[in-house]
């Protein structure tokens, strides 16, 4: 079975960076929308950015100037650019592609100190 596997997070500074990038671990055809989501401690998961098949993107407001999504398409890899990063983006980081159906990744941990 196809897996979504994530990398990039980690503990950093306020203010610091974070790339993360999520791949699947085998063929995923028909790939509509790719995304990213998070859960941050005590809290409900919550969408954070999404890519489309034609490059559209969306954000949640809460990063909307900070967070940076792209899509290799090619290899069907999905990126997170986070700059700026609040002490309030800590969270576990899912990665999700729709593709006739959801995708998850199994979570990466990002923690931003103050």
């Known amino acids: 079975q196809v897996q979504l596997v994530e990398s990039g997070g980690g503990l950093v500074q306020a203010g610091g960076s974070l790339r993360l990038s999520c791949a699947p671990s085998?063929?995923?055809?028909?790939?509509?929308?790719m995304g990213w989501y998070r859960q941050p401690p005590g809290k409900e998961r919550e969408f954070v950015a999404s890519?489309?098949?034609?490059?559209?993107?969306n954000y949640a407001d809460s990063v909307k100037g900070r967070f940076t999504i792209s899509r290799d398409s090619a290899k069907n890899t999905v990126y997170l650019q986070m700059d700026s990063l609040k002490p309030e983006d800590t969270a576990v980081y899912y990665c999700?592609?729709?593709?006739?159906?959801?995708?998850w990744g199994q979570g990466t941990q990002v923690t931003v100190s103050s």
């Open positions: 890519i489309s098949s034609r490059g559209s993107t």
């Open positions: 085998g063929s995923i055809f028909s790939i509509n929308v």
């Open positions: 999700n592609i729709f593709a006739l159906r959801n995708f």
